[in-house]
């Protein structure tokens, strides 16, 4: 059974001291929930991978309550500097080189020589590294493949009796995983784009690059983990992309005037809303997915929403969604 811990401070505390004796807590941050776990204690990371049902050992990113800390355990380049000026606390992570005193488990990091470090801006989040005052390693609080959570009830559908506890903070606010960023080599590389935009990055430190960075190494190439992973954030139902029409046996994700004829449909955002629509992203890809099993719909048919702004991470995951499973 899974302890449901309000928001508050008896609730942090609570999971504070779950976290520091090696229990794994689920908790809301601006972007999605995320599965937390002592970064520093092997074991409780390894309890990570297992809960998840993650085939491999990919590698998890650190969160910290400022940049500070985060310095501690990864070498603050001047860029890392610069970009955590600009947007720590907040949804961008940034891939640096591990320091030789960091206590940060071999696991969480892989076994590699980077690490993910991030400042979530999450106010509970926040509180609750404060308590822990120790790097909390944590991926998004789903089994893995599946869609991200953004409310505690997803976290629950597929965590519920497999980790310690859940902090509920409600939905989160930007919907989409932070933007991952890759600093350790001669140019910025932009491994996943997320809640920060590559135009706001651009703005601060010039041209980044997207794609696979050529100094990742082997194993995390090779395994394509999660933020790299083809066919990821996959629902039950097939997924296709660009709907310019629609049918009865078909569900619905719109993005501005739906389309008429869907079997079902969820509205990302009525308006055209790119970052409305970035918020409601995984809970309509799960809403759709209940209610297509429900009315044995065929497939989700998604909207084209454009490629700018959050549209970037809006699209990767959709393609995510819509790739060809296993
Ligand atoms: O918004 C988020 O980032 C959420 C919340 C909970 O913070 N976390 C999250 O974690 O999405 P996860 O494990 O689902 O995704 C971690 C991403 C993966 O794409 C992984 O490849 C990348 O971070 N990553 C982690 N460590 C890395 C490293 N040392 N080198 C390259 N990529 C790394
Ligand atoms: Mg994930």
Redesign the pocket.
Same mark, same amino acid.
């Not at 972007?31 to 995320?34: A, E, K, L, N």
């Not at 990919?58 to 990113?61: A, S, T």
């Given at each position: 059974m899974t302890l449901r811990l309000a928001a508050d401070t008896d609730g942090i505390a609570h999971a504070a001291a779950l976290l520091r004796q090696g229990s794994l807590v689920a908790f809301g941050?601006e972007? /999605?929930?995320?599965l937390g776990a002592d970064a520093t204690n092997g074991q409780a990371v390894a309890a990570v991978f297992t809960a998840k049902g993650r085939p491999h050992f990919?590698?998890?990113?650190c969160?910290y309550p400022d940049a500070e800390a985060a310095f501690a355990d990864v070498v603050d380049l001047p860029a890392a500097r610069t970009l955590a000026a600009a947007f720590w606390p907040g949804?961008l992570?940034l /891939?640096l080189p591990r320091r030789a005193g960091s206590q940060v488990a071999l696991l969480a990091?892989a076994g =590699?020589d980077? =690490? &993910?470090v991030?400042v979530?801006s999450h106010p509970v989040a926040q509180a609750l590294l404060r308590a822990t005052a120790r790097p909390v390693a &944590?991926? #998004?609080a789903n089994r893995s493949g599946q869609v991200?959570p953004t409310t505690a009830a997803h976290v629950l559908d597929g965590l519920d009796g497999r980790i310690a506890a859940i902090v509920d903070s409600g939905p989160c606010p930007v919907g989409v995983? #932070?933007t991952?960023l890759?600093l350790t080599g001669p140019r910025p590389f932009l =491994?996943?784009p997320?809640g920060v935009t590559r135009e706001a990055i651009e703005a601060v430190i010039g041209p980044v690059q997207v794609g696979i960075a050529p100094q990742?190494a082997e194993p /995390?190439r090779g395994l394509r983990?999660?933020? =790299?992973l083809v066919s990821h954030y996959a629902p039950a139902l097939p997924v296709s992309l660009a709907a310019s029409s629609v049918d009865r046996n078909e569900a619905l994700l719109a993005f501005g005037p739906p389309l008429p004829g869907a079997g079902a449909v969820y509205q990302l955002s009525a308006t055209a809303n790119l970052s409305e629509a970035a918020a409601n992203l995984f809970a309509g890809l799960r809403a759709l997915d209940a209610e297509g099993a429900r009315l044995g719909l065929s497939r989700i048919a998604a909207m084209p929403v454009p490629a700018t702004g959050l549209g970037l991470a809006i699209n990767d995951r959709l393609q995510r969604a819509a790739a060809p499973r296993g």
């Open positions: 941050t972007t /999605v929930y995320g990919n590698p998890l990113i969160h949804p992570t /891939v990091g =590699l980077t =690490l &993910a991030r979530p &944590a991926p #998004s991200s995983e #932070s991952v890759d =491994l996943r997320g990742i /995390v983990s999660p933020g =790299l």
